[in-house]
């Protein structure tokens, strides 16, 4: 099975990052021939530095070995080294419409927020389908904002298969059963996110355990004491009871049993242990990983020699049926 997956560098990742990338990487990387990607070519469709953004694609890297992938089992790499996907994605957006970019929800919502709106934005999942298209993936570990954009790929794929022959598998997602949407701890009917929301609703993987415990203290819950999973009436709630999950990995139920009968003050100090347990060795890793740059760009040198190993044919396939004169 050939799973791929990509993570954005951009940003201080957050705890919603972890919930519905880290964690479902290193889970799936047991399941075959693993492919995860920092996305730097996506970080520069929004507003960027360049020195941000040099720091931000070690750090993500970084991220990504320490919360579990194996360098032995998985392929780690950065996108940019890899310039199969933008080729690909100019190759794929022959068989993308307009009208279908135009409805993605997630362009829209940035839009909204944005003076200058770049043209990458609006094509950005075109070169996200290149990225999964590229490895002939079998399915593709992602958090539930991203469903459009992989139902989109799996349109092209197809579009393309038909028009000039079975070229790719048609991808499936993976989501998460738990967490997948992980809200602002401040503002419950928003996803936690760096850019938007509370920044003290925000809690980021390399928060310090004091810094974690206060943000999870201030946590906005609902009417009554009832610890409840229902996302419609108890939002603030049933969000701590996903954390609580992600992070001890009970099932909701039992995180219900765990603290009925107890108050919110009980319960919301419960999950910010957990949260600080989970995160204490993550962190130490990551922190001996920024330490050590060179063995980082090696890994990631690595990674890349086998990514563009494994694209390679996939891209050539789609330049000779397309045809294209190659040399």
């Known amino acids: 099975m050939r799973i791929f997956s990509g993570i954005r560098a951009s940003g201080d990742k957050t705890l919603g990052n972890y919930s519905g990338g880290f964690r479902q990487y290193v889970a799936t990387q047991e399941q075959g021939d693993a492919f995860f990607c920092v996305v730097d070519l996506h970080s520069i469709t929004t507003p960027f530095e360049p020195d941000v953004l040099r720091e931000s694609t070690l750090a993500v890297a970084a991220w990504l070995f320490a919360t579990g992938l194996d360098p032995e089992r998985s392929t780690v790499f950065v996108q940019s080294h890899v310039h ?30 944005q003076e ?20 002939q993936a079998d399915i593709v570990p992602i958090g539930d904002d991203q469903r459009q954009h992989l139902e989109l790929a799996r349109n092209i794929a197809e579009r393309f298969n038909s028009r000039f022959g079975e070229t790719f598998k048609v991808p499936e997602g993976v989501f998460p059963d738990e967490g997948a949407r992980i809200k602002n701890l401040q503002e419950p009917e928003r996803l936690m996110s760096t850019t938007r929301g509370a920044p003290q609703g925000v809690v980021r993987m390399i928060d310090p355990p004091d810094v974690v415990r206060k943000k999870f203290k201030t946590a906005v819950t609902d009417s009554g004491t009832e610890v409840r999973h229902d996302p ?80 390679a044919p996939t891209l050539e396939t789609m330049y000779e049926r397309m045809g294209f004169v190659r040399p």
Do not use: C
């Not at 100019?90 to 829209?108: D, H, I, N, P, Y």
């Not at 709106?117 to 490895?135: C, E, K, Q, R, W």
């Not at 909701?252 to 009968?261: K, L, M, P, T």
């Open 116 to 135: 200058f709106v770049s043209a990458g934005l609006f094509n950005y999942p075109v070169l996200m389908a290149g990225d999964i298209l590229l490895y």
């Open 84 to 113: 199969a996907h933008a080729e690909a994605a100019w190759l794929l957006s022959a068989v993308t419409s307009f009208g279908e970019l135009r409805r993605m929800t997630q362009f829209k919502e940035r839009a909204e927020e």
């Open 232 to 311: 419609d009436e108890k939002p603030g709630v049933s969000n701590l009871i996903e954390i609580m999950a992600v992070a001890t990995g009970s099932s909701i139920a039992e995180v219900e049993a765990q603290f009925d009968g107890q108050g919110y003050g009980d319960f919301k100090e419960g999950v910010a242990e957990a949260v600080v347990e989970l995160f204490e060795p993550i962190q130490q890793r990551y922190e001996a990983l920024r330490a050590d740059e060179g063995e980082l760009r090696r890994l990631l040198a690595l990674g890349a020699d086998k990514a563009r190993e494994a694209s």
